[in-house]
């Protein structure tokens, strides 16, 4: 494929922009190579600036859940920014996308919105800490929550993916109070719970885990989780970012029965634009400014453009819901994938969750980091390359998770899984 043209625009973009990109999670540099620059998308497709076409697998790192420019998500955007962008005032808008969360989360008597899902779990973890007026937080080694200082710690997506789970930058002193375990070690949750409970103010994890590449948690493990946070007056923290309103309408914590203390949010529920957004039981809620005395604003929180984004993607997927598609199409991709790594005797590990999933090289059955870790990410570089090169837009790591939307068909399907076969047949 050409790529002349973005690597023109890199070369340029690495000048004035560190690495090149606003985020590291895009720079590929797991995979080698070079980024691509995006002209546009529409439904399941990105076109680049050298006007290659690509089935799109990441769609924004999950919050086009409904396909790239859906047109209902277009004209809210349109209609709101007509009105003007932002007014640093109080709109209804911000309560309708409130009463479409809680009524999709009950758990979410309360929300606050913010700008991105790095600014809700950031605001959390303080509330979660003001509330119990504790000051341990509990994270799961490969879990991410975005690059707050006190959770840069064994941190999953790009961090894991560059080899800095724990930045230069953080003080020692921003993550003392941080306590790192395990993903499903119910034995370390047990042990740390028995040992120091009476200090934690919250467990933090995702309830499936999109950023060491997908992980389920065992049922065990949440039963565990519920149980010893009740037990010990510590809060139990859901980071749906990723889950919300993908898994299910009431992500993760509606397809498993749980009922977290605190939900955090982002991606699907800003429709592509900058929302992100904390919640929870109200008389914990209650306690951030100016109700109480925990400190949170944000100059652009509640951005009517982005209000009517995410009210437009939150009422498509409540008035004409994808989840029987979205499953339908990600089993098919997860039965022509494991079909042809098998064919192709490559040893591979298929973790999946509705229409999230991680194709993972590794002969190791993947339920944590360490397992996760055994993956041939060389071997994941050659592959994404050459199912680049055949118009499949893969996430550009292995620890990361691919996202199927309501606008792949099964015409893409076969068109992934044909790329793959190739490639693997290619690679032997
Ligand atoms: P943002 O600050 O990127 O909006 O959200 C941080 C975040 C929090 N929690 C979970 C579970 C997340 O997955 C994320 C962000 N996810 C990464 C992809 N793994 C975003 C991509 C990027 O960093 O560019």
């Not at 625009?9 to 190579?33: M, T, Y």
């Not at 950031?122 to 003001?130: D, K, P």
């Not at 949170?296 to 437009?312: F, H, R």
């Not at 068109?415 to 047949?425: E, G, M, P, R």
Request: proline fraction near 6%; aromatic fraction near 8%; charge should be neutral.
């Amino acid at each position: 494929m050409n790529r002349t043209k973005s690597h023109a625009a890199f070369e340029r973009a690495k000048s004035l922009i560190p690495g090149g990109v606003n985020s590291p999670a895009r720079a590929f540099g797991a995979v080698g190579g070079e980024p691509i620059f995006i002209s546009r998308a529409e439904g399941p497709y990105l076109f680049d600036i050298d006007g290659n076409r690509y089935i799109d697998l990441i769609g924004s790192w999950g919050p086009m859940i409904l396909g790239h420019a859906h047109p209902r998500v277009v004209a809210a955007a349109i209609e709101a920014a007509r009105n003007g962008s932002s007014y640093g005032a109080p709109t209804e808008r911000e309560s309708e996308l409130a009463e479409l969360i809680h009524e999709a989360m009950p758990s979410v008597e309360m929300v606050r919105m913010v700008s991105s899902g790095t600014e809700a779990s950031m605001s959390a973890v303080r509330l979660a800490r003001g509330y119990t007026g504790r000051d341990l937080i509990v994270k799961f080694a490969g879990c991410y929550h975005g690059h707050v200082d006190s959770l840069l710690v064994s941190a999953g997506s790009s961090a894991l993916t560059l080899g800095v789970p724990t930045s230069p930058g953080v003080p020692i002193g921003c993550t003392n109070d941080t306590v790192v375990l395990q993903f499903n070690d119910v034995e370390g949750l047990r042990s740390l719970f028995q040992s120091r409970g009476d200090k934690i103010a919250g467990v933090l994890l995702e309830p499936v885990v999109g950023n060491m590449g997908l992980v389920t948690p065992t049922k065990e493990f949440r039963t565990e989780l519920r149980r010893l946070t009740q037990q010990h007056g510590a809060l139990l923290v859901y980071d749906e970012v990723m889950t919300g309103f993908r898994l299910s309408p009431g992500g993760a914590q509606q397809m498993f029965g749980d009922f977290p203390d605190l939900t955090i949010l982002g991606k699907i529920v800003g429709g592509g634009y900058p929302v992100g957004a904390y919640g929870g039981r109200a008389e914990i809620m209650k306690k951030i400014m100016p109700a109480g005395p925990v400190f949170q604003a944000g100059t652009l929180s509640g951005n009517p453009v982005a209000m009517a984004a995410g009210i437009a993607t939150l009422k498509e997927l409540k008035e004409n819901p994808p989840y029987a598609k979205l499953e339908q199409m990600s089993a098919a991709i997860e039965k022509g994938l494991r079909l042809v790594a098998t064919e192709a005797g490559i040893p591979h590990q298929f973790n999946r969750v509705g229409s999230m999933w991680t194709l993972f090289f590794t002969p190791t059955p993947v339920v944590d980091l360490d397992t996760a870790k055994t993956s041939d990410t060389a071997y994941f570089g050659r592959f994404f390359w050459k199912m680049m090169d055949r118009g499949v837009y893969l996430p550009c790591s292995q620890y990361e998770a691919a996202f199927t939307s309501a606008a792949h068909t099964m015409t893409h399907v076969e068109a992934i899984v044909s790329a793959a076969k190739q490639a693997f047949q290619e690679l032997r």
